[in-house]
């Protein structure tokens, strides 16, 4: 099983990013997908996660508005479109899904498949 993550880049703040992240080895249309990101010496944060039907989703107050996940199942892949970047969402961004509907985890603990990580650096 891989999650491949791909988007990430150097932006000036302001602008906007989209990453991917596409899924293979098994199918994840029956579990929710999320987004964390991480800046060395710092814990893995929550960004958003998204449940099984892509209908419901959950953000961090820090991304709120800013930040949008989705996910098309047809594709097996997870998107977070990102606006309004801001220098401190500079971080390495991953994909994860965890078994089951509940999306609403913040603790990167509870998730069980992670991708390789993509970087995101937003310049100010």
């Known amino acids: 099983v891989q999650l491949q993550a791909s988007g990430g880049g150097l932006v000036q703040a302001g602008g906007s990013l989209r990453l991917s992240c596409a899924a293979s080895?098994?199918?994840?249309?029956?579990?929710?997908m999320g987004w964390f990101r991480q800046i060395p010496g710092k814990e893995r944060e929550f960004v958003a996660s998204?449940?099984?039907?892509?209908?419901?989703?959950n953000y961090a107050d820090s991304v709120q508005g800013r930040f949008t996940i989705s996910r098309d199942n047809a594709k097996n892949t997870v998107y977070l479109q990102m606006n309004s970047l801001k220098p401190e969402d500079t971080a390495v961004y991953y994909c994860?899904?965890?078994?089951?509907?509940?999306?609403?985890?913040?603790?990167?603990?509870?998730?069980?498949?992670w991708g390789q990580g993509t970087l995101v650096t937003v310049s100010s």
């Open positions: 080895g098994r199918t994840f249309r029956s579990d929710a």
């Open positions: 998204i449940n099984p039907s892509g209908f419901r989703k």
């Open positions: 994860t899904a965890r078994y089951g509907n509940n999306f609403y985890s913040r603790a990167w603990r509870d998730y069980n498949y």
